[in-house]
């Protein structure tokens, strides 16, 4: 079996790579990776298991409902073309994780809306595995808006900061 750093290794290798589709299976687990869009899919289903044949004709399940999801107004999540071209630069997370806007609650955020940012300043906290990682700008500008709520579980590639470069 593959552990987590190979794992996020792969990751990193398809998405970087013009490799569409990944599998690899062992051990009767197969691990598979598909690109959707900019980001690349993980999924590890669960070892075969032999199939038994049930007694009774099986019944035709109904198809399910399924809800459509609920769209939340949000004032930091907007669409239009003034919000569009207010940035040029997304500093995205770098992994799975918790966001922490400053280095501890009592702390002010690092960076808000307005601030300057060089490629080396540090601009939120995303803690994995109990460890904290410090997240860097990687440009040079001013933070227009941020994304993602102290405390929230962000995702691998998702977008934390916008940036308008200087």
Sequence with gaps: MLTVQEIRELIKVVDESAIDEFTY???GTTVTMKKSGNHAAVSAPEPAVPE???AE???TPEPEKV???????SAK?????ETAANFDYEIVSPMVGTFYASPNPESDAY???GSKVDKDTVVCIVEAMKLFNEIEAETTG???EV???DGELVEYGQPLFRVKKK
């Excluded at 999540?77 to 073309?81: G, L, V």
């Design 25 to 27: 299976e062992t051990n």
């Design 52 to 54: 038994e044949r049930p």
């Design 57 to 59: 004709p099986a019944k």
């Design 67 to 73: 809800a459509e999801p609920e769209e939340r107004p």
């Design 77 to 81: 999540a907007s669409t239009s073309a």
């Design 111 to 113: 960076v808000t809306p």
């Design 142 to 144: 001013e933070i227009t």
């Design 147 to 149: 994304l993602a709520e």
